[in-house]
């Protein structure tokens, strides 16, 4: 932990119609952009090290979802994947053109729905850790369950509101990584200060106990917009990066990944957790790149069919 981590990159809200979010962009320079969608109770900054290791090969994007970060509540008070996937639309046509999309946890179910929804805006998509329906008992989507249900979810929040930051700071932590010494002091300091500003906004608990709520929605819909039948229409190239020692998303969950998104190529990382960007930035950003080259070859030998 000697080296001092880069410093989160820096930020602006954007107007998007009636939505208003805030994004963390790298500088400038290579022609292509992704875009990077969070999960629950993460923000931007979570894509901070992964957006570096790729700096030389895209220019990054990352949105706090509505409600999430420095971004303001969504105008309807309503939290849900519909919502979040709309924002992320919303980014993309205002960027221009199609990007490469990555998405974490929450953020990885958000991804599959804009990916399933408007092919047109995605050249290739990148999950971490996806939330993905999962019906399993396991401890770790119990507590999010229990955090959705009616009335239960806002006691928490209340409770968890008189627990001091870094209590809570740790517990989130060791829950979403599979070693918490990989966490440097630095990151720590930086994602205490962010909670206690959080604990200042009016809508921080409504957002967390909305957010997963619409997860656990998620899990029990039913028909074409259920999110298996939609990462079975999913027609970018696509990877899916599992942490074995993951406590929320089952690393199991691969087979089913595997067998379900139509052009995939599946990684399992024995020493990660949940956040694997966070933790081993570097391996994954190498198999990033590896989409990344593989997708840009597959797109050049279309162009070159089509003016044959």
């Known amino acids: 932990m000697g080296v001092e981590p880069i410093p989160h990159w820096p930020g602006e809200h954007i107007d998007l119609g009636e939505t208003r979010i805030h994004v963390r962009t790298t500088p400038e320079g290579p022609p292509d952009t992704a875009v990077f969608v969070h999960g629950l109770a993460g923000s931007a900054t979570n894509w901070t090290d992964l957006m570096g290791e790729l700096a030389g090969d895209v ?3 990352a949105i706090d979802l509505p409600g999430a970060g420095h971004s303001p509540a969504p105008p309807d008070g309503r939290y849900s ?7 992320v639309v919303r980014l993309v046509e205002h960027i221009g053109g199609a990007v490469h999309l990555f998405g974490n946890s929450m953020g990885g179910a958000v991804s599959v729905r804009v990916a399933a929804a408007r092919p047109d805006l995605v050249r290739s998509l990148t999950l971490v850790s996806p939330a993905m329906p999962d019906l399993l008992p396991r401890y770790g989507p119990a507590r999010v369950a229990m955090s959705a249900a009616p009335r239960l979810g806002e006691l928490a929040v209340r409770w968890l509101s008189s627990v001091p930051a870094e209590r809570r700071i740790r517990a989130t932590l060791s829950m979403c990584y599979a070693d918490l010494n990989r966490v440097h002091p630095e990151r720590l300091r930086d994602a205490v200060e962010e909670l206690r500003r959080r604990d200042g906004l ?3 608990g409504e957002a967390m106990v909305g957010c997963a709520r619409a997860i656990v929605n998620e899990y029990f819909r ?8 939609q990462a079975a229409r999913v027609t970018a190239p696509t990877l899916v990066v599992y942490g074995r020692r993951d406590r929320l ?5 691969a087979h089913r990944a595997g067998r379900t998104f139509p052009d995939v190529r599946l990684v399992t990382l024995p020493n ?3 956040v694997a960007q966070m933790e081993f930035p570097e391996v994954v950003a190498r198999e990033a790149r590896r989409l990344l080259a593989e997708t840009r070859i597959r797109e050049t030998q279309v162009s070159i069919r089509r003016t044959a």
């Open 59 to 61: 220019r990054g994007v």
């Open 81 to 87: 994947l519909d919502g979040h996937a709309d924002a």
């Open 202 to 204: 009016p809508y921080s």
């Open 222 to 229: 039913t028909g074409p917009d259920n999110l298996w039948r």
């Open 249 to 253: 998303v089952d690393a199991r969950m």
């Open 272 to 274: 990660a957790g949940h």
